[in-house]
């Protein structure tokens, strides 16, 4: 049928331009200014907690996924301290620094994955 070869084409070309890791790669860079707020942000008692914000990421061949977290924690260590300090105890008030991360960076985050995704896909217009 006339056209479905073009478009088969430009479908496989597609798939190859937003490839998991060409995702992920975005995603990591779009998420960085969450992760140096959160750093510049978080109550810093001896640094460990601010020393562990970082930014993790997965991709598959077609399906990528970034997040800012806490890492390289053991039991009852510095992720538990990020908790209090994010959400208080009861003898202690909270002093959010992802939260309010996310909050001050959401626009430029997203105005980062806009821009790369159509960086990919401006050659298919």
Request: charged letters at 20%; aromatic letters at 4%.
């Amino acid at each position: 049928m006339p056209g479905i070869d073009d478009l088969d084409t430009l479908l496989e070309r597609l798939g190859g331009a937003l490839s998991g890791e060409q995702l992920e790669a975005l995603l990591r860079r779009a998420v960085q200014p969450t992760a140096e707020h959160a750093r510049t942000h978080v109550a810093v008692e001896t640094g460990e907690v601010r020393d562990a914000i970082q930014v993790t990421s997965h991709h598959t061949r077609s399906r990528a996924t970034a997040s800012v977290e806490v890492a390289g924690s053991t039991p009852g260590g510095v992720a538990r301290e990020a908790i209090f300090l994010e959400f208080g105890t009861s003898k202690m008030a909270a002093e959010p620094f992802l939260r309010p991360a996310l909050a001050a960076t959401q626009g430029e985050v997203a105005n980062t994955i806009a821009a790369g995704l159509a960086g990919i896909l401006k050659p298919f217009e």
